[in-house]
């Protein structure tokens, strides 16, 4: 079966770094997101990785590595704002979004 | 650009009635659409995907003559949910795509039948 795996709740301090982490299993791969969806919100889109790497966007950042399944989210410098469900979603190969549960961030002064 | 609008953003029905839900696309022709259900600190569930002009694709488990999905054009699909029910309130969310790769969300529909 299909199947990502992230972590359900993590707590990090505001200033700090936080990585969020995604392991999956799919049937063929063609890309990777991650989302923030704050409360009551529709997801927003933070980045996609399709090629293994690190992609810097400001304050975020995303990893890829496909040989291992595994991607990250880092977040730097932490705002109260950061607080938030992150999602990650895994298009396979016939181009399906799989979506993990979601990481419920909680960023403590 | 690449702006998704919902409408109603919130609705509130008596059970047995039908709930239209409006996804459009304002800025962008969209290939595909998807609707998504999202109960409380629940992860998205896709519910179908709909193409212009040809039949939505429902996922398993998801009742086609509930949700009844019409894709009239590229920048226009709605969602009717039929007969709801108060298990049938929930977050209903779409989105639409450009590219194989990219969707964009629209601010989501709570539904609530009382």
């Known amino acids: 079966g299909q199947n990502i795996d992230q972590p359900t709740e993590m707590t990090a301090t505001e200033g700090a770094i936080v990585q969020i982490n995604c392991t999956y299993q799919t049937s063929g791969f063609n890309g990777l997101f991650w989302y923030q969806q704050h409360a009551g919100e529709a997801p927003t889109f933070l980045s996609y990785n399709v090629l293994d790497g690190l992609e810097e966007k400001g304050r975020f950042s995303s990893f890829l590595s496909r040989s291992k399944g595994y991607s990250y989210l880092l977040l730097k410098e932490l705002q109260m704002k950061d607080s938030a469900s992150y999602l990650c979603a895994v298009t396979d190969s016939n181009y399906q979004l799989i979506w993990g549960a979601g990481t419920k961030l909680i960023i403590k002064p | 650009g690449a702006v998704v609008s919902q409408h109603p953003s919130r609705v509130i029905c008596k059970s047995g009635t039908s709930v239209k839900i409006e996804c459009r696309s304002l800025?962008?022709?969209?290939?595909?659409m998807f609707w998504y259900r999202q109960f409380p600190k629940q992860s998205l569930m896709l519910m179908a995907t709909?193409?212009?002009?040809?039949?939505?694709?429902?996922e398993q488990g998801v009742e086609k003559d509930k949700f009844l999905i019409n894709h009239a054009s590229l920048t226009l699909s709605t969602l009717t949910v039929t007969s709801a029910h108060p298990e049938d309130s929930s977050f209903y969310i779409c989105?639409?795509?450009?590219?194989?790769?990219?969707?964009?969300f629209g601010p989501g529909t709570r539904l609530t039948v009382t």
């Open positions: 709909s193409n212009e002009g040809s039949k939505a694709t429902y």
């Open positions: 989105s639409a795509s450009v590219r194989d790769y990219e969707q964009y």
């Open positions: 800025d962008f022709q969209a290939t595909t």
